[in-house]
């Protein structure tokens, strides 16, 4: 199949690269195997065999094929790619008083800007979300609803959706009534219940470091102080450094995203969690659960939750439809446990009910047996992007760079060389159209100053290609002293 034309040489050799690595990703081109010869290639694709050197030649350097002396180009047996970022070495942090919100609300300004390229934020693109479908839906409920869609549904929500969302908990191991689910206007409303339900201002807050930058917000803006665990690539926060936490410090509360957390994309084992969630209810500690990726998985089965394994109700489940459905539809819930009157009491005098023609929208979709199928094909284009965007950072991305390999969400997490700070590129890379989350805001302190989040649920174009080999570029200037802004350059944030 002849690639699209291009007026852009370097970019005719990159589509080839990369239909070489989508072809090593998926399993197609195996360890050891040879790929196709330079002319074969270059007549399947409709490319010169120079272009197609170009790219085997780029694709060696980087160390994911090698050529033999009279026999071609093998793929290497491990492809090489980034090394992950390192976890932060310090046992828990002291509670901390939080103060991002300038910051935040910095970064936050471009979202939604059609003139950016939006590698900041963690969202699945909209021409992988069942678009036509719901809409359709939603139109029929508009019509054929009557006085039902325009009147208030119960404060726990529409019971089609609840009795539908219950089935889906199972396979993630949770066993729940219509009547323990709550609706709730996406996942950050569930958050706020349950935080809401469960603290009093000065409150300590356990969260993972990095933790998502909301978390922050919404700690500071209940006056609770945060107890920073470290989060560790590989799996996540660890049982021990919980339990020493919990140990040394007055702790009311833990908020974890155990399924591919928001921005290092760990996964916490599932025994780790169980045994987590059981010395947790032992010491009488709520635990709020975020799982808005746990349907991302790219391999093996469903991860479990932290209330997959609860018994006494002390783990608040909260997710939503916004990364998997319709983000604008804002459909979220929350299993409250134990907690549910409180949380009851929060909804009722804050938002009363969620809009009722999204939500009965959502329950016929789920109820019609396509979801499943339809979370297949976007898992396997989010892992395909995510690999994608790995190779691209070990090509352009100056040396030292590390990258975290997620096995599910929509994020990676890089950690950039020492010489490099992620606020300066952050602005670099603003005033280019380029959108990028600096590592600051994932943190009650600086110590992510040199990380960034990218995300990776963008669908993958010569637009989203060009704008990261431009921050690479930009990283590599500051890298070298060449790029570095001087004081006045940047806006200035007090940590």
């Known amino acids: 199949m002849p690639l699209p034309q291009t007026d852009d040489g370097i970019f005719r050799y990159v589509s080839v690269e990369r239909h070489i690595l989508e072809r090593i990703e998926s399993g197609e081109l195996l360890p050891g195997e040879r790929i196709p010869s330079l002319r074969a290639l270059g007549t399947r694709l409709g490319v010169s065999v120079s272009t197609v050197n170009q ?18 180009f093998f793929v290497r047996s491990r492809p090489d790619r980034p090394p992950a970022p390192r976890p932060s070495r310090l046992p828990a942090k002291p509670p901390t008083a939080i103060n991002r919100g300038a910051l935040i609300r910095e970064v936050l300004g471009g979202m939604g800007r059609r003139d950016m ?4 934020v963690a969202q699945t693109d909209e021409s992988l979300l069942p678009t036509r479908q719901l809409s359709r839906l939603l139109a029929k409920v508009a019509t054929a609803g009557g006085e039902s869609v325009v009147g208030y549904e119960g404060v726990f929500g529409n019971l089609g959706l609840r009795r539908q969302i219950a089935w889906r908990l199972v396979e993630a191991g949770i066993e729940a009534r219509p009547e323990d689910i709550m609706i709730t206007s996406g996942a950050m409303e569930a958050l706020y219940i349950a935080l809401r339900s469960v603290t009093r201002p000065g409150d300590n807050v356990a969260i993972a470091a990095p933790s998502y930058y909301c978390f922050l917000q919404l700690l500071e803006n209940f006056g609770l102080r945060a107890v920073e665990l470290p ?8 049982p021990a ?32 969690k169980a045994e987590m969630t059981a010395m947790l209810t032992a010491r009488g500690v709520p635990v709020i659960e975020d799982d808005v990726y746990g349907d991302l998985y790219f ?7 932290l209330a997959s394994s609860d018994t006494e109700g002390y783990v608040l489940h909260c997710s939503s439809f916004s990364k998997t459905l319709a983000p604008g539809f804002r459909v979220g819930y929350l299993l409250p446990g134990r907690y549910a009157a409180k949380a009851f009491e929060i909804k009722a005098t804050t938002n009363v009910c969620c809009a009722t023609p999204t939500q009965i929208a959502v329950a016929e979709y789920l109820s019609q047996g396509g ?12 892992e395909r992007q995510a690999r994608i965007m ?3 950072i070990l090509r352009s991305f100056p040396p030292g760079t590390r990258v975290t390999h997620p096995g599910g969400g929509t994020v990676l997490w890089v950690q950039l060389p020492e010489a490099v700070d992620s606020i300066a590129l952050f602005y670099e890379a603003k005033a280019k159209g380029i959108g990028v989350a600096p590592g600051n805001i994932f943190s009650s302190c600086d110590q992510f100053s040199r990380f960034l989040r990218l995300s990776y649920g963008n669908v993958w174009t010569p637009v989203v290609d060009e704008a990261l080999t431009t921050l690479g570029r ?5 890298a070298e002293g060449a790029g570095l802004p001087k004081d006045d350059d940047c806006p200035k944030h007090n940590p």
């Open 299 to 305: 391999d093996g089965g469903r991860p479990r939750c």
């Open 474 to 478: 930009l990283a590599a200037a500051q």
């Open 390 to 392: 790995e190779e691209r």
């Open 117 to 120: 390229v939006p590698l900041n």
């Open 231 to 238: 989060s560790h690539p590989d799996g996540g926060v660890r």
């Open 241 to 272: 450094d919980l339990a020493a936490a919990l140990d040394r410090f007055d702790i009311k509360v833990v908020i974890l995203t155990p399924n591919f957390n928001n921005p290092d994309g760990a996964r916490i084992p599932d025994p780790a």
């Open 371 to 382: 979801f499943e199928r339809h979370l297949r094909k976007i898992r396997a284009v989010l």
């Open 55 to 72: 790219a085997y030649m780029a694709l060696e350097r980087r160390g994911v094929v090698e050529a033999r002396p009279k026999s071609g």
